[in-house]
């Protein structure tokens, strides 16, 4: 289980990441949402201890986490936003650098590197320089490296950035069964779909506050789980209804050219970030 | 062992980069044998120049070697690549992490200077070089790798480096009782400039390679510097809240 209390890391005068209160349970996939600079990214750096609270603290199964608990590290793994590898290491020796920062033996690093960049579509380019990969695949070699050491907590920094369609379907695949095997997922993500798709429960953040932390059915539910777009111009004006009868109604009413569909959690994003998520 | 690791990581940059770092590593120091030692022939307190020279050419090399292969790295590491950032995540102790940086990069300027030893032996000096010497040599690199461990975590920017080596590594190299002897420098100067751990390094080198006993006084003030950076890298590693 991960716990932050009252966590709170400023830079100068800017406060990043302001008293969070946040509980994630085991197996649990949970997702961070919010605008740029919320205070998405500061987070996943402290729970990875790259960066250290101003004040509160971390727990990871109720044990205070620090830069000097191994032990503790040990069952981290993260994907950063930036592709955070040697550039001039190959594929193989970037798996080998990792599998041996996390102290597993050569064998079992050689048969869970076969493997992971088998499962990704990598291992005909093992021998290619980081340097020399598409994006795509740099933040597949991020996935298979981060699930070499086999962690119970997977932080995950907007994991698929830059990845076309396919793989990105793939990535969501590969998350949930990972998540299938009790593997405690704590995920920022700029794409709602994801989020919906994916987490069990998100939260809300913005200038480093939770604002609310809920289901993603709940929220969408709790605007309204029906939405009629209408098109005057170049403005498109959404909204939202509770039942399909409402929506039906007031959409046979307008005369313009509309459309109905079902709410999603983008829309939920949106509408907080029009009214209170938007930088003051 | 986190410090096995490190090292492996070093003999990969190492074994890539081969030629570039034996090359990088001789230009300059055989440039200054060439042009000081041969070029411009002198005698130095009744003995070839040469004979001077070759001890400081080895240890500023030694110094070199260990200082760039450790400050410029980890700062691109750490600044470009973000792949220090594994390690910090990691559960490698970071003082595993320090250590390795250190014994790498010394093992590194030990190799640079070990190139410049192999390359004067045509050259017949009489110069002894004993295990004490190499001793001396791989400490002296410990000491430059913890500065450099150091500086990576000081430099802001990419610029910061060549800057620092610049201000500081340059004038030592120079002035550190590599092209002349310290004495020659006035008053305070002269004392600050002993000091230092090149100084330091090049003084006991040149005694022991002239036959002559060195004190052990030197490998104390070099195992004191070497435990200050070491101890001012594991601060920053351990300590610092934004790193």
């Given at each position: 289980?991960i716990?932050?209390k009252?966590?709170?890391?400023?830079?100068?005068?800017?406060?990043?990441?302001?008293?969070?209160?946040?509980?994630?349970?085991?197996?649990?996939f949970?997702?961070l949402?919010?605008?740029?600079?919320?205070?998405?990214?500061?987070?996943?750096?402290?729970?990875s201890t790259?960066?250290?609270?101003?004040?509160?603290?971390?727990l990871?199964?109720?044990q205070?986490?620090?830069?000097?608990?191994?032990?503790?590290?040990?069952?981290?793994?993260?994907?950063?936003?930036?592709?955070?590898?040697?550039?001039?290491?190959?594929m193989?020796?970037?798996?080998?650098?990792?599998?041996?920062?996390?102290?597993?033996?050569r064998?079992?690093?050689?048969?869970r590197?076969e493997?992971?960049?088998?499962?990704?579509?990598?291992i005909k380019?093992?021998k290619?320089?980081v340097?020399?990969?598409?994006?795509?695949?740099?933040?597949?070699?991020?996935?298979c490296?981060?699930?070499?050491?086999?962690p119970?907590i997977?932080?995950?920094?907007?994991?698929?950035?830059?990845?076309?369609?396919?793989?990105?379907?793939?990535?969501w695949?590969l998350?949930?069964?990972?998540?299938?095997?009790?593997?405690?997922?704590?995920?920022?993500?700029?794409?709602?779909?994801?989020?919906?798709n994916?987490?069990?429960?998100?939260?809300?953040?913005?200038?480093?506050r939770?604002?609310?932390?809920?289901?993603?059915s709940?929220?969408?539910?709790?605007?309204g789980?029906y939405?009629?777009?209408?098109?005057?111009?170049?403005?498109?004006?959404?909204?939202?209804?509770?039942?399909?009868?409402?929506?039906?109604?007031?959409?046979?009413?307008l005369?313009g050219?509309?459309?109905l569909r079902?709410?999603?959690?983008?829309?939920?994003?949106?509408?907080?970030?029009?009214?209170?998520?938007?930088?003051? | 062992?986190?410090?096995?690791?490190?090292?492996?990581?070093?003999?990969v940059?190492f074994r890539?980069?081969?030629?570039?770092?034996?090359?990088?590593?001789?230009?300059?120091?055989?440039?200054?044998?060439?042009v000081?030692?041969m070029?411009?022939?002198t005698?130095?307190h009744?003995e070839?120049?040469?004979?001077?020279?070759i001890?400081?050419?080895v240890?500023?090399?030694?110094?070199?070697?260990?200082?760039?292969?450790?400050?410029?790295?980890?700062?691109?590491?750490?600044?470009?690549?973000k792949?220090f950032?594994?390690?910090?995540?990691?559960?490698?102790?970071?003082?595993?992490?320090?250590a390795?940086q250190?014994?790498?990069?010394?093992?590194?300027?030990?190799?640079?200077?070990?190139?410049?030893?192999?390359?004067?032996?045509?050259?017949?000096t009489?110069?002894?070089?004993?295990?004490?010497?190499f001793?001396?040599?791989?400490?002296?690199?410990?000491v430059?790798s913890?500065i450099?461990?150091v500086?990576?975590?000081?430099?802001?920017?990419?610029?910061?480096?060549?800057?620092?080596?610049?201000?500081?590594?340059?004038?030592?190299?120079?002035?550190?009782?590599?092209?002349?002897?310290?004495?020659?420098l006035?008053?305070?100067?002269?004392?600050?400039?002993?000091?230092?751990?090149?100084s330091q390094?090049?003084?006991?080198?040149?005694?022991?390679?002239a036959?002559?006993?060195?004190?052990?006084?030197?490998?104390?003030v070099?195992?004191a510097?070497?435990?200050?950076?070491t101890?001012?890298a594991?601060?920053?590693?351990?300590?610092?809240?934004?790193?």
């Amino acid at each position: 289980m991960i716990e932050t209390k009252n966590l709170t890391k400023t830079f100068d005068n800017f406060t990043a990441v302001d008293s969070l209160d946040l509980k994630i349970e085991t197996g649990e996939f949970f997702g961070l949402l919010g605008p740029n600079g919320a205070g998405k990214t500061t987070t996943i750096s402290l729970l990875s201890t790259l960066l250290l609270p101003t004040k509160g603290e971390i727990l990871i199964d109720g044990q205070k986490l620090t830069r000097n608990r191994p032990d503790l590290k040990r069952k981290i793994s993260v994907i950063t936003q930036e592709y955070s590898m040697r550039q001039d290491m190959n594929m193989d020796e970037i798996m080998e650098y990792q599998g041996r920062l996390y102290f597993m033996s050569r064998k079992e690093i050689k048969r869970r590197t076969e493997e992971l960049l088998e499962f990704c579509d990598l291992i005909k380019f093992r021998k290619r320089t980081v340097r020399k990969l598409s994006g795509g695949m740099k933040r597949k070699l991020m996935v298979c490296r981060a699930l070499l050491t086999d962690p119970e907590i997977l932080l995950l920094d907007e994991p698929t950035a830059g990845m076309d369609a396919l793989s990105r379907r793939q990535m969501w695949n590969l998350l949930r069964k990972l998540n299938g095997k009790n593997l405690t997922i704590l995920l920022t993500t700029h794409y709602m779909e994801e989020a919906q798709n994916l987490c069990s429960r998100v939260a809300l953040m913005d200038h480093g506050r939770l604002e609310e932390v809920s289901t993603p059915s709940a929220l969408i539910n709790s605007l309204g789980n029906y939405t009629v777009d209408e098109f005057s111009g170049d403005e498109t004006k959404s909204h939202y209804f509770h039942t399909r009868e409402e929506a039906i109604a007031y959409l046979s009413g307008l005369s313009g050219q509309a459309s109905l569909r079902e709410t999603t959690l983008e829309d939920v994003f949106v509408e907080r970030a029009g009214r209170h998520l938007m930088p003051s | 062992m986190g410090i096995i690791t490190i090292l492996w990581e070093k003999w990969v940059e190492f074994r890539r980069d081969f030629y570039k770092i034996t090359l990088a590593a001789m230009i300059a120091p055989l440039m200054y044998l060439v042009v000081f030692g041969m070029g411009i022939q002198t005698i130095s307190h009744g003995e070839p120049y040469l004979n001077f020279l070759i001890p400081g050419v080895v240890s500023l090399t030694t110094m070199n070697g260990s200082f760039n292969a450790i400050a410029q790295n980890l700062n691109v590491q750490r600044l470009y690549e973000k792949a220090f950032d594994q390690v910090m995540i990691s559960p490698t102790p970071l003082w595993q992490f320090i250590a390795g940086q250190i014994i790498g990069g010394s093992l590194r300027g030990f190799y640079a200077g070990g190139v410049i030893l192999i390359l004067t032996i045509p050259i017949d000096t009489g110069l002894i070089f004993n295990g004490w010497s190499f001793l001396i040599m791989f400490l002296n690199g410990a000491v430059f790798s913890a500065i450099g461990v150091v500086v990576s975590f000081l430099a802001k920017n990419h610029a910061d480096v060549p800057r620092f080596s610049n201000y500081i590594i340059m004038p030592m190299a120079y002035l550190c009782n590599t092209f002349f002897s310290t004495e020659k420098l006035p008053g305070i100067l002269g004392k600050f400039v002993s000091a230092l751990p090149l100084s330091q390094t090049s003084h006991m080198i040149r005694s022991i390679s002239a036959g002559e006993g060195f004190q052990m006084t030197g490998i104390a003030v070099l195992g004191a510097y070497l435990i200050v950076f070491t101890a001012i890298a594991s601060w920053f590693i351990y300590k610092k809240k934004n790193l």
